[in-house]
């Protein structure tokens, strides 16, 4: 049996937070034996928005340290810099040329973002055209993503059926958003009626980042907003959406189910015991995270070595796929004897 090819990828920056690893980076990890797995750390779209060159260096490698940290095996998945592989940009080009505006117009991830920039830059609207380009041209079948990514996997599909109609072909595999039964949306702390989010993280209060210290993911924790009750269940209602967000957390974290999860709080004295029992799962799965994050940067070495390998291999993968594109769209081919 071939195995499923999966794609997904992840921005960088320094504000990665516990919805990423939950809702992504972690089950990347926990499924990677059974597929065919690219990896990539995103860093041209974060140029969608103003970056600071040195920090966004940085942050891409630590990025890339943190997906290795969490437990991507470079034997079994394939981890890369997307900027490292030209197909990415390349092939970009040529997926914009069959793309309607509207349909980008038509995103809420930009309709959010755009309304909260002063000048809001054209790489912003092309973003989901990008991103459909990461997952076709590695004809991945599945994408592991959050929710709040899940409208961009069906657009892509949408792209990848529009080319396939348009030149009567069946090149691109129409690929199947993977979205969490648990922690597919965790909610910010602060306030859990908006979703965890890097462009909130830098308040203090909204997010657990990946990187953080004991001290400051407790203290996260037991400032967290849940409402005047008592009762720790898991409750289809907004006014307990923080209990309920909290629950979410230790279960994604824990693997249990939801009867188990309940059953752990059964003799709780009130929200304040949930919030520091959360705190320590969520201290204990982070620990061994930071202490192996921390020795990759010690040493590039490994990382560069990992991350050179990753850029070879997605090469081999996707440039033949945008070569073949470009004959298909009607673009001449370098003559083979010059
Ligand atoms: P990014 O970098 O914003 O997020 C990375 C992953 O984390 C998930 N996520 C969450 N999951 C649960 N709860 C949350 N609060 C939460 N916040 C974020 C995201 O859904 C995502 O899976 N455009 C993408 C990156 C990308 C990509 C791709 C993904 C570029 N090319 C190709 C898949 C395939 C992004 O900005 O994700």
Redesign the pocket.
């Known amino acids: 049996m071939t195995k499923k090819r999966v794609?997904?990828?992840?921005?960088p920056?320094g504000n990665?937070?516990?919805?990423?690893?939950?809702?992504?980076?972690r089950r990347w990890a926990a499924e990677q034996a059974d597929k065919t797995n690219f990896f990539?750390v995103?860093d041209l779209?974060s140029l969608t928005v103003p970056q600071d060159p040195a920090q966004l260096r940085h942050e891409t490698r630590s990025m890339a340290a943190l997906l290795l940290a969490c437990g991507i095996d470079p034997q079994q998945s394939t981890v890369f810099i997307?900027s490292h592989v030209t197909a990415h940009a390349e092939g970009c080009w040529l997926l914009n040329c069959i793309t309607p505006l509207g349909w980008l117009q038509r995103m809420t991830?930009f309709k959010d973002k755009s309304a909260r920039q002063e000048s809001v830059l054209t790489g912003l609207l092309d973003?989901?055209v990008?991103?459909?380009g990461?997952?076709l041209f590695y004809d991945?079948d599945e994408?592991?993503?959050?929710?709040?990514?899940?409208q961009?996997?069906e657009l892509?599909r949408d792209i990848a059926q529009r080319f396939n109609a348009l030149y009567e072909t069946e090149f691109f595999v129409i690929p199947q958003p993977v979205i969490?039964k648990v922690?597919?949306?965790?909610?910010?702390l602060d306030d859990p009626t908006v979703?965890?989010?890097?462009s909130l993280a830098d308040k203090r209060g909204h997010a657990v980042k990946l990187l953080d210290s004991p001290d400051e993911i407790l203290y996260v924790f037991k400032r967290a907003v849940t409402d005047s009750g008592r009762e720790i269940r898991f409750a289809d209602d907004p006014d307990k959406a923080g209990v309920n967000n909290l629950l979410g957390i230790y279960q994604a974290v824990t693997g249990q189910d939801r009867a188990a999860v309940e059953a752990d709080f059964a003799s709780a004295r009130g929200y304040g015991d949930l919030k520091v029992r959360v705190a320590e799962v969520v201290i204990e799965a982070l620990r061994p995270i930071q202490a192996r994050h921390a020795e990759l940067m010690a040493d590039s070495g490994e990382l560069d070595h990992v991350l050179a390998a990753g850029a070879a291999r997605a090469r081999e993968v996707s440039q033949p796929k945008v070569d073949e594109m470009k004959q298909i769209m009607g673009l001449v081919p370098v003559h083979p004897t010059f």
Not at 7 to 11: A, E, L, N, P, T
């Open positions: 794609f997904s990828g992840i921005q920056t990665t937070h516990l919805g990423n690893y939950l809702g992504a980076i990539c995103v779209h997307q991830q973003y989901p990008l991103m459909a990461d997952i991945a994408v592991p993503v959050g929710e709040d990514q899940k961009h996997v892509t969490a922690a597919a949306r965790v909610m910010g979703k965890m989010s890097k």
